[in-house]
């Protein structure tokens, strides 16, 4: 049977694991032909290994200009432009800090290179993944934000600022297409509690990790973590030619945990 990305080109950032990962192998499946890029060398590599014919690695520090330029090169001679493009790379800067970012203490260094990565990464991948699928004559970018994107989080501030500022780019970029009658949609889809390694500074570990998960899975509408794959899902759906009207719009993959609040009183 026919995959429903067969004769696709997709470029997905941060990919060597995660959600990223979960993307490159569902788009691979689907037919496509996958670049996965990180700076995770090693991992990334054994990924596309492991998917075999139609994975490509490439190496990507998303933030750095030099590094899409290159890439660039490549795409263009070896790929002749590109179908699809998800920047996925993501940090939430936990480990760079001791604590978590509030807005008091916020490290200054620690803010910017947060900035750098989500913000400035996907800023890049606009700019260069425009160019790669005007080639192809249209296409799909993708940008991973997240729920922090559109509320506050305590403590995640540089974080959350990053993934609001996703959002807010995504929208210019699908006017933009519409500007120039570029056959180009970009959308964002917004993941809330996903269980990736991304996870694993605030889990602890062990026992720790398994009470933490039931503590967070308490506050989520459909009593959950969601799986990689469940992001992955709603990223083919914006990638499908069966989402040709949809640009500039946000979805949510979160358990339900953006649709409201508890309302009712717990009785004793
Ligand atoms: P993860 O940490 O498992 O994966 C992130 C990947 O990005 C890693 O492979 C990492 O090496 C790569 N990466 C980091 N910095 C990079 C850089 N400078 N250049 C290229 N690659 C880089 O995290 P994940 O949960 O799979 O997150 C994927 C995306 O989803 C991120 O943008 C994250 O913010 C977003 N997100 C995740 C959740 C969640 O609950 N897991 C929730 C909301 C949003």
New binding site residues.
Partial sequence: MQGRMEGKKALI??????????IARLFHREGAIVII????EN??RLVADDLGEGAYFCS?????EGEWKILSEKITLDFGGLDVLV??????GFMETTGLHNVEDVDFASWQEVI???LN?TMLGCKYGIRWIKRKGGGSIIN??????IVGIPGVAA?AAS?AAIRNHTKPVALYRAENRYQIRCNS???????????DSVLGEGKERDTAILSIEKGIPLGK??R?QD?AYAALFLALDESPYITGTELHV?GGILAGAEARPERH
Avoid: C
């Fill in positions: 950032t941060g990919a060597a694991r995660g959600i990223g990962e979960a890029s990180d700076i995770l991992q990334g990507l520090n998303v933030k750095n920047n996925n790379a993501g940090i939430t750098d990565v989500n990464g991973i934000s997240s729920r922090s994107g974080y993934k889809i917004h993941p809330a509690a996903v269980l990736t390694p991304m996870w973590f969601g990689p992001v979160d």
